[in-house]
Nanobody, 123 residues
Framework: QVQLVESGGGLVQAGGSLRLSCAAS????????MGWFRQAPGREREFVGT????????YYADSVKGRFTISRDNVKNTVYLQMNGLKPEDTAVYLC????????????????WGQGTQVTVSS
């Protein structure tokens, strides 16, 4: 089973940028599609985007399309979430996970969740 550790969260002003990282253990990382979700207090876990195992395909939620970019480095066993043009409504804990069904937006299709990293966007 792969283990995931997110990092890179913090406090940023609206309009700013952050890059989150998700480091994976294990030699089979290259076989996995990966996804990012976020969860704000009192709200359901929300799909952010997903990237194919090769990194050749990505898919994003409408709420982040054009502002967020997912990439991966299969040598470093790491997936990234570049977030630009941040808004206060982007404030949440961001989590990465292994995607078991490519293209799915539903958290039930993901597993091996990391602990998450907090992103706070001030207005």
């Amino acid at each position: 089973q792969v283990q995931l550790v997110e990092s890179g969260g913090g406090l940023v002003q609206a309009g700013g940028s952050l890059r989150l990282s998700c480091a994976a253990s294990g030699r089979t990382f290259i076989n996995y599609h990966m996804g990012w979700f976020r969860q704000a207090p009192g709200r359901e876990r929300e799909f952010v985007g997903t990237i194919s195992s090769s990194g050749g395909a990505t898919y994003y939620a409408d709420s982040v399309k054009g502002r967020f970019t997912i990439s991966r480095d299969n040598v470093k066993n790491t997936v990234y979430l570049q977030m630009n043009g941040l808004k206060p409504e982007d404030t949440a804990v961001y989590l990465c996970a292994v995607c078991r069904h490519w293209g799915s937006k539903y958290y039930a299709a993901y597993d091996s969740w990391g602990q998450g990293t907090q992103v706070t966007v001030s207005s």
